[in-house]
Nanobody, 128 residues
Framework: QVPLVESGGGLVQPGDSLKLSCAASGFVLDYYAIGWFRQAPGKEREGVSCISSSDGSTYYKDSVKGRFTISRDNARNTAYLQMNSLKPEDTAVYYC?????????????????????WGQGTQVTVSS
């Protein structure tokens, strides 16, 4: 059983929006920080955004600030990544991950080693 399941990816044009969802299965998402990562072909997986479990503090990669918004709905056991004004360079497989005892703010750059549960990824392609 995959602990996290992403959905919402697709093929869109530059300037369009997508909202990714990350549903947890088998554990309570409320207790974990949630990170969104992405991996483009031939590149390393990079942290895009992160939200803490304690106070909802967040981190955003510089290139997505002002365009992406991370959120969580603990009642639905689901996290989200709203992506607006998408650019071709946002094209990648997007993964969500859950991490224990993490605090996300602008001083923390998400590291894949800090997150123990992962989804299978969802493809986002931005192309005209």
């Amino acid at each position: 059983q995959v602990p996290l399941v992403e959905s919402g990816g697709g093929l869109v044009q530059p300037g369009d929006s997508l909202k990714l969802s990350c549903a947890a299965s088998g554990f309570v998402l409320d207790y974990y920080a949630i990170g969104w990562f992405r991996q483009a072909p031939g590149k390393e997986r990079e942290g895009v955004s992160c939200i803490s479990s304690s106070d909802g503090s967040t981190y955003y990669k510089d290139s997505v600030k002002g365009r992406f918004t991370i959120s969580r709905d603990n009642a639905r056991n689901t996290a989200y990544l709203q992506m607006n004004s998408l650019k071709p360079e946002d094209t990648a497989v997007y993964y969500c991950a859950a991490g224990d005892s993490l605090y996300c703010d602008e001083t923390y750059s998400p590291d894949t080693r800090d997150f123990g549960s992962w989804g299978q990824g969802t493809q986002v392609t931005v192309s005209s």
